[in-house]
């Protein structure tokens, strides 16, 4: 059984491969060519992620909801990150942030929350003045006091060049959070990992360029309900650009490095920081702990 679902899961891993967006590059005679699939090629596409099994309640025999916070210095996370300059590079490859905000922008993406509790809804207007910011220079204000009438009544409009417009981009995420559901599944008889949400952090747009500036929570996505959305985005494979990997099949199969820094628990889901405070060293042993105890219990079920 377990055999017959590995070559499943293979083959479908697979098919997603052979569906990229670079298909015919080599037998395109001009550039509009590359990326065009056949008459042949759309009738027998099944291009889709691999849906996630039915779980039972009572199948879940252990469970514990843990958040991560994924820092995208690392370099195992620059898949994520890159590319941050789409001017210079083709429509096919996009950022993680850039394709979760291009979602959001054209509607494909509806499951956007203010929250990882899923409570408020957001829209793109909601979180406008995180993503953009303009203030009016010192130099501008000292042209409106030259005549302050001509600006008020619009004959007199402010030049550009005299106000500051900041806009967060991708080269401004430092980072996501995910938050997840490690569970023992005893019908399969192992433990498995289900991702509920994923959120873009940033500093606000009015802080970029500063020195130490916090970090906001863009947004919060639930998570199974962009996977289409994901799967047809591909990360790069620095090992083999013909074979690329696909969003969502990368945060399925954590091809990444997270740090738990919150786990659900009678406090109200209080984060490590919360009860580990100014000691970096104790929390990072603190998120292992939490880590192990979750591991250390599929690894307790074979012992007698």
């Not at 967060?168 to 599944?185: N, P, R, S």
């Not at 500093?203 to 289409?228: C, H, M, Q, S, T």
Request: glycine share 6%.
């Amino acid at each position: 059984m377990k055999l017959k679902a590995l070559l499943l899961v293979t083959f479908s891993v697979l098919g997603s491969f052979t569906s990229y967006s670079q298909s015919n590059l080599l037998n395109a005679k001009t550039p509009d060519e590359i990326g065009k699939k056949t008459t042949a090629q759309m009738d027998s596409d099944n291009d889709k992620p691999l849906p996630y099994g039915y779980v039972h309640d009572r199948d879940v025999l252990m469970g514990k909801t843990v958040w991560e916070n994924i820092d995208l210095d690392e370099r195992v996370n620059f898949p994520l990150y890159f590319p941050i300059d789409t001017a210079s590079i083709g429509k096919d490859r996009r950022s993680l942030f850039q394709v979760l905000l291009n979602g959001i922008k054209s509607g494909k993406i509806t499951e956007v929350y203010g929250d990882e509790y899923f409570n408020t809804k957001k829209s793109i207007k909601d979180m406008s003045s995180s993503f953009k910011y303009i203030d009016t220079a010192q130099v501008g204000f000292d042209e409106i006091n030259t005549d302050i009438e001509a600006y008020k009544s619009g004959r007199k409009i402010l030049d550009k060049q005299f106000v500051n417009e900041l806009e967060l981009t991708a080269q401004d995420i430092t980072g996501f959070k995910v938050k997840g559901y490690w569970y023992f599944d005893k019908r399969q008889s192992e433990l498995k990992y289900r991702m509920l949400a994923i959120c873009p952090v940033a500093p606000e747009a009015r802080e970029i360029g500063k020195d130490n500036a916090d970090v906001i929570e863009l947004f919060w996505i639930y998570f199974p309900a962009i996977r289409d959305v994901l799967h047809e985005a591909k990360a790069f494979n620095d090992r083999n650009s013909a074979m690329p990997i696909t969003f969502d099949h990368l945060l399925n199969s954590r091809r990444f490095s997270g740090v738990i820094y919150k786990e659900e628990n009678v406090y109200g889901d209080r984060t490590i920081d919360g009860y580990m405070k100014d000691n970096a060293q104790m929390q990072l042993l603190e998120s292992e702990r939490v880590k192990s105890k979750i591991r250390d219990f599929e690894q307790d079920m074979w012992n007698y």
